[in-house]
């Protein structure tokens, strides 16, 4: 069974996506160097900016609405999530399910009045999860439905963090929302991968102190920081996740870390997941 990993907070610009992308990717490049079985990886986009299929999928990551992940979260009966699996342009066993902003849009719309509405996209990819090794959903920014239902689909939330006081201030909400889930939608299993600070800048008292803050009140889940740096920025506008726009000299063993501070501390986010999530995947 895949690890569905949701990458969740309902803040805004706080790097979801760049976290959902990166890890997606690098994951697909360690686990194809590794020789997993199985070692794909699939990245569902469930916000419907559409933001980390540019990524991997540029250009082909659009599809019509019955083709499209917002056809699986509404329709009755919902068409075969197989057909629509497509490969993604960078990494060979990076797969993704195409979308489309006004589909989804109106997939939130129709979602509050449906029956099973939380289970949706659990339910879409269960004929899959054999197939991946893992599931990395990106969310949108808010605490819907949409949000609801990659939380219930999801067997690990990895948390992106904005080191400022504001950015803490949400975290309460959407542990509350965690919590919920497990109580009132049977899933007592969903566990707290992580909470990653990124965008961290370096010379910023403020920052250090939310990281404190961080360390102190979850030292399990506290994952190393993410610093800001224009290759992220750079990679994302070139549709590239970092590992492919910024690569080492040589892939030869499968080598994530290359010249690039992002490139190696996604990579230690990438082999951190690895480790907290192994003894699961038998
Ligand atoms: N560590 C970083 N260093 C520099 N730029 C970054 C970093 N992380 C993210 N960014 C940039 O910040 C912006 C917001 O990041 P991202 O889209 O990943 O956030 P998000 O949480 O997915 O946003 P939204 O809530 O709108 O979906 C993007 O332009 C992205 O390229
Ligand atoms: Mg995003």
């Given at each position: 069974m895949a690890i569905v990993i949701a990458v969740a907070n309902?803040?805004?610009?706080?790097g979801k996506t760049t976290t959902a992308v990166n890890l997606a990717a690098g994951l697909a490049i360690k686990l194809r160097h590794e020789g997993t079985h199985p070692g794909k990886i699939l990245l569902v986009d469930a916000d419907p900016q559409g933001h980390g299929l540019m990524a991997v999928g540029?250009?082909?990551?659009l599809a019509a609405p019955e083709e499209s992940l917002a056809a699986l979260l509404v329709e009755t009966p919902p068409p075969s999530i197989q057909r629509m699996l497509r490969q993604g342009i960078h990494q060979s066993n990076l797969d993704y399910i195409p979308g489309n902003t006004q589909a989804m849009v109106a997939a939130r719309a129709r979602l509050p009045s449906l029956l099973a509405r939380e289970q949706r996209l659990a339910r879409a990819l269960a004929p899959i999860a054999d197939t991946y090794a893992y599931i990395i959903i990106d969310t949108p920014p808010t605490l819907d439905d949409l949000m609801i239902n990659a939380l219930v689909a999801a067997t690990h939330v990895l948390i992106p963090v904005e080191p400022s006081y504001l950015g803490l201030t949400g975290l309460k909400d959407l542990q509350h929302a965690i919590e919920q889930v497990r109580l009132h939608l049977a899933?007592?299993?969903?566990?707290?991968?992580g909470y990653l600070p990124t965008r961290c800048v370096q010379q910023r008292v403020e920052v250090q102190e939310i990281v404190d803050y961080l360390r102190e009140h979850y030292p399990e889940r506290t994952l190393q920081p993410i610093h800001e740096t224009t290759d992220l920025t750079y990679a994302h506008s070139a549709h590239m996740d970092v590992f492919t726009y910024?690569?080492?000299?040589?892939?030869?063993?499968?080598?994530?870390?290359?010249?690039s501070r992002a490139t190696q501390e996604y990579a230690r986010l990438v082999n951190e997941v690895v480790r907290r999530t192994r003894p699961q995947s038998g």
């Open positions: 309902q803040k805004g610009g706080v540029f250009g082909r990551h899933k007592d299993d969903l566990r707290i991968l910024r690569p080492p000299r040589s892939r030869q063993d499968g080598r994530l870390e290359s010249s």
